[in-house]
């Protein structure tokens, strides 16, 4: 395994990733693949 920087084009993957990563069944919903959005664009 290698670790590196994320780049632009893995931006999406990473997103979605996060948000089956976070996936409430209880109460279904996430905000942490928007958090990470938001977090990039500031």
């Given at each position: ?23 409430n069944?209880?109460?279904p ?14």
């Open positions: 395994m290698s670790i590196r920087n994320e780049k632009p084009e893995d931006y999406r993957t990473v997103e979605e990733l996060i948000k089956k990563t976070f996936w069944l209880s109460v919903g996430c905000n942490e693949h928007y958090l990470v959005h938001q977090v990039r664009k500031s």
